[in-house]
Structures are given as structure tokens and as C-alpha cells.
T-cell receptor, first 114, second 114 residues
Framework: AQTVTQSQPEMSVQEAETVTLSCTYD???????LFWYKQPPSRQMILVIR??????QNATENRFSVNFQKAAKSFSLKISDSQLGDAAMYFC???????????FGTGTSLTVIP | GAGVSQSPRYKVAKRGQDVALRCDPI?????LFWYQQALGQGPEFLTY????????KSGLPSDRFFAERPEGSVSTLKIQRTQQEDSAVYLC????????????FGPGTRLTVL
């Protein structure tokens, strides 16, 4: 079975600083996708960034980047120049290549300190 | 509409009542997913539709849970004889095609069973 682990229930960062959120996963598949979703208090899940397992290059989206370590099954999210609007729950998610459902971690609550 | 919508946003039910939760996916989206998100947890998969066909219902916790998508667009998640452990946020997500990796989430329905 696929499992996704987020070991940091809560994190905080000073505005304009950088923070890294951790995620590890367990799978025997070779073809899969990894995602980071942001869930603000409004509950709307918003895709932050995604990574295809077959790509060696780490994905980047503006201030958001990932450190994908396939052998270690690690997928951390780095947020640079943190902004107040980044405060939210962040969920790491896994999707098997040919499958359909997402497997989510338990989330990390990020606080941004002005 | 532009995004996935769900109604109602909030539902309070007395234990033993039946409830129906509605999801309007993005127009034209083939795939539709239901997830259950307990307080402080990540979303957990319930069921998946491809058009009107329910291809996977392995996540439904009991036979009190039933989902349908009769015309391949709007979906309804029905919970019969609600129990307190059913209290959660129910998220709906849709995906445009089988090749797309991203699921677009709705705002969820928060169900509270008293």
C-alpha cells in the first residue's frame, strides 16, 4: 500500500524567509506523480507544484520548489521569500501512474510571522 | 462554472438521518472523485467515477455510503443513517482527462452529525 508521511504537524517562518516542508512516501511503483497542495481556511485545495517521478529535474514554480530524492523516497517543498498569504495547511500527495486516486499525508500547518 | 462547486457548504444532521451532498464538477471533466477529510487529517479516498461509471468504490467506509453520477456530470454522495463518526469534510474533485495529473478540488461540505 502507498503511504505518505509528513512528520511536521506545524511549522513557522518569518516573512521573507525560506522554509522547507518534509514529505516521505512509500511505494513499490516506478511510475508515479507527487504533488503539494495548499489548503487555506476556506478549505479549497490548491495545487502548488507537481513532480513526475520519471523526471530527474526538480520542479519549480516561482517561489516554490521541490527537492525530489527518488531513492530516498523524499519529496520536500521549499518556499522562498515567504509571504503572509502562504499561511495554510500543506498536503503532500502521491498518485500512482496508471491509477487514479490520490494518497495524502496528514498535512503541515504553516504559520507566517510578520 | 469556472471551478468545482459543492453544496451545501455546511450540513448538520441528527444521528440516524440521511444526508445528500452534491458536487458539480468542472464542465466536461471526465473523472470525479470523492474524499473524506476528518479533522486534522489529510483527505482519504472514497470513490471514483469515469463519466457515469463508478470504477472504484473501495474507499467507502460502509454500505451506508452511496455515490452516483447518473449523467456523467453532477454527482451525489448519500450517507444513510448518519453516525457521529461520519462527521468530516467531504471533498469532491474532478479531472479533465485520464492523461491529466491534476485534480481540481471543490470547497467541500462540512458534515456535523449530532
Amino acid at each position: 500500500a502507498q503511504t505518505v508521511t509528513q512528520s511536521q504537524p506545524e511549522m513557522s517562518v518569518q516573512e521573507a524567509e525560506t522554509v522547507t516542508l518534509s514529505c516521505t512516501y512509500d511505494t513499490s511503483e516506478s511510475d508515479y506523480y507527487l504533488f503539494w497542495y495548499k489548503q487555506p481556511p476556506s478549505r479549497q485545495m490548491i495545487l502548488v507544484i507537481r513532480q513526475e517521478a520519471y523526471k530527474q529535474q526538480n520542479a519549480t514554480e516561482n517561489r516554490f520548489s521541490v527537492n525530489f530524492q527518488k531513492a530516498a523516497k523524499s519529496f520536500s517543498l521549499k518556499i522562498s521569500d515567504s509571504q503572509l498569504g502562504d499561511a495554510a495547511m500543506y498536503f503532500c500527495a502521491y498518485r500512482r501512474g496508471p491509477g487514479n486516486q490520490f494518497y495524502f499525508g496528514t498535512g503541515t500547518s504553516l504559520t507566517v510571522i510578520p | 462554472g469556472a471551478g468545482v462547486s459543492q453544496s451545501p457548504r455546511y450540513k448538520v444532521a441528527k444521528r440516524g438521518q440521511d444526508v445528500a451532498l452534491r458536487c458539480d464538477p468542472i464542465s466536461g471533466h471526465v473523472s470525479l472523485f470523492w474524499y473524506q477529510q476528518a479533522l486534522g487529517q489529510g483527505p482519504e479516498f472514497l470513490t471514483y467515477f469515469q463519466n457515469e461509471a463508478q470504477l472504484d468504490k473501495s474507499g467507502l467506509p460502509s454500505d451506508r455510503f452511496f455515490a452516483e453520477r447518473p449523467e456523467g456530470s453532477v454527482s451525489t454522495l448519500k450517507i444513510q443513517r448518519t453516525q457521529q463518526e461520519d462527521s468530516a469534510v467531504y471533498l469532491c474533485a474532478s479531472r479533465g482527462s485520464l492523461r491529466h495529473n491534476e485534480q481540481f478540488f471543490g470547497p467541500g461540505t462540512r458534515l456535523t452529525v449530532l
